[in-house]
Structures are given as C-alpha cells and as structure tokens.
C-alpha cells in the first residue's frame, strides 16, 4: 500500500474505486480495514481512501500523547499529498471525532460529512469505558488481546455477540492486521480522553449525517443532541439493532443509509 509523508509522520493509506474521494477514517485501535465491510458498495461508485491514522496499521507511532485536532491536520495533510481540493469526509468514532475538527477548521474542503458514532466532547461515562480498555491492554500487555476481551463485548448487540460464528470473524480479523504497539493504544486513548470540539460546532458548515446503534452505550444517542443543536442542518439516522459498530454489524443497512445521504450531496 502506498505511504506519503506528512508532517514528522509516514502515513499509510489505501485507494479502491472511482468518482467522487470519500475520505474513511476508523475507530480507535484499528486501520484502514476497518471500512472492509463498506469497500463492495462505496468502491463503485466513489474514490475511497481509507487511511491507517497516527499510531495504526502501517502509518509511523511517534511517542504521544495524540489529539484529535493533530489527528485532522494529518487527514488533511494527506489530502494535500494527494491532490484532493474537497472531499466526502467519513469517519467512525475515534475517525468521527476527527471529522468534526476537519469539517470546522477546513470548511472549504468537506463536501459532505459522517460522523459514525460521533461525541462533541468526552464525559465520565466513555471516560471510564477507556480507562478500563487501557488497563486490560496494559494487563495483557497485547493490544489485540486486550481489544478483543475489552472492547468487542461493547460494539455489539447481545444478540450479535451471540453469534460465535460472526464474533470468530472478527476476533480472527483482527489478530490478521498489523498489532499496534502498547504506547501507540495508549496515545490514541489520549486523544479520546481529551476530545472536546463543543466550541467549533457552529463552524461546520458542510451537510452532515450523524448515525449511531439504538443500543450503543459507548457514544450513545446522549450524544446525538448536542450534535444536532450544535451542527446547522444536521441529519440522525438511527439503526435499531446494532451497537457501538454499525458498520460491521449491519453492514447492509449502514451502507443503504450512508449512500443516501452521498448521493444526496454530490460535489
């Protein structure tokens, strides 16, 4: 995959399809396959570049700690690198959070932007939620390990979870990728830990979609109102069976809904 400097880091990044660029970015712990489960439906008919972000995958893991606003200027460093004026901007939870600070600081190049189980600002209750990932990666000293005994259980519905079939899947995808380093978790978790766009909402001026899992509680629809009031225009979609993980868990409907609201906002 190919690898453009930006700023004091490598970035990795992967390209499928043509059309519009749609810009993907992915959750904490994670890489650029995170959007597997979206590439068959988006690739045809958009330009998706799905990055690895500081501290995953492929991209360099310079010593933290990490910000969600450091994190935006990178994705919009990349575009620069790639030519990319305007983009669709997507991005699920820790790549949610990043999007609101690309969509306020860079207004003029989001066409569009989703914001996948998206927060304006942690509280206590996703504050206890990382602390305890942080300390089950630390206690297992495997990043991988401590996601899958931690963090999985969170992104699905019981029923989901249920599915060993399904859950075996995804446990197995993700020991396949790239292990990110200890320090690498721990400095996203700091960005998580201190991300608070509560002020910049009000400059978000691109059409936005907010979308979350009637059954999430990690960022959960206690978030969607101050999202909605803060964004001018903004969009809900709500999916009633899915969790924290929408975009694996229901991939067919979060690929529906999602495409809708593209199709809806061409450049």
Known sequence: MPQVQ???????????????????????????????????????????????????????????PYSTEQCAEDVVGLMDALGLERAHVA???LGAAIG????????????SL???SGWHRTDAFLRAALETWRTIAQA????????????????????????????????????SRPEQPLDAFLSQCDAVLAHDASGVL???????????????????????????????GAELAIFEDCSHAGLHENAAEFNSVTLDFLGRHAA
């Open 6 to 64: 930006v700023g004091d880091i490598s970035m990795n990044y992967e390209e499928q399809g043509e059309g519009e660029p749609l810009v993907l970015m992915h959750y904490t712990s994670a890489d650029n396959a995170s959007w597997a489960f979206q590439y068959g439906d988006y690739a045809p008919r958009y330009r998706c570049i799905s990055m690895d972000l500081r501290g995953s995958g492929l991209t360099d893991k310079p010593a933290g």
């Open 100 to 111: 609101l600070w690309i969509a306020a600081r860079h207004p003029e190049r989001v066409v």
């Open 202 to 232: 009000g400059d978000i001026r691109a059409p936005t979609l907010l979308t979350y899992g009637r059954h999430d509680q990690v960022t959960s629809l206690r978030f969607a109102d101050p999202l909605m009031s803060g964004i001018k």
């Open 91 to 93: 991005g699920m939870s």
């Open 114 to 116: 989703s914001l996948h």
């Open 140 to 175: 297992r000293g495997s990043v991988p390990e401590g996601v899958i005994e931690s963090v999985l259980p969170w992104c699905f519905t019981p029923e989901t979870y249920a599915n060993t079939e399904f859950i075996d899947t995804i446990e197995g995808f993700i020991r």
